[in-house]
């Protein structure tokens, strides 16, 4: 079945950085669109970013364009997500998805576009 792990969250300074990775495992992941979510305390949980299957079309949220970009490794299976300038607003749980289906990418794109999760990772960003 399909599997999403997440990694690399944890706590860091205001205007640091970190970067999250996605390890996917029980699909064709060369073939499917990988984004990434983020769902603070009490609120919905909202696109983030997205790359579509090999990598040539990327979207980024308004919120985090020039701060967020998100890469992937077909070889590795992972998608990764390079986070800079944090700031407290950017504290949240960073959840890692898969499309619905193979070789579809839109714009714009919200969580029912993607059928399959992983667990979350929590960034937590102090002032």
């Known amino acids: 079945q399909v599997q999403l792990l997440e990694s690399g969250g944890g706590l860091v300074q205001a205007g640091g950085s970190l970067r999250l990775s996605c390890a996917a495992s029980?699909?064709?992941?060369?073939?499917?669109?990988m984004g990434w979510f983020r769902q603070a305390p009490g609120k919905e949980r909202e696109f983030v970013s997205a790359?579509?299957?090999?990598?040539?079309?990327?979207y980024a949220a308004d919120s985090v364009m020039g701060r967020y970009t998100i890469y992937r490794d077909d070889t590795k299976k992972t998608v990764s997500l390079q986070i800079d300038s944090l700031n407290p607003e950017n504290t949240a749980v960073y959840y890692c998805?898969?499309?619905?289906?193979?070789?579809?990418?839109?714009?714009?794109?919200?969580?029912?576009?993607?059928?399959?999760w992983g667990q979350g990772t929590q960034v937590t960003v102090s002032s």
């Open positions: 998805a898969s499309h619905r289906s193979a070789f579809t990418i839109s714009h714009p794109m919200d969580v029912r576009d993607f059928g399959s």
């Open positions: 029980g699909f064709t992941f060369g073939d499917y669109t």
């Open positions: 790359i579509n299957w090999r990598g040539y079309i990327k």
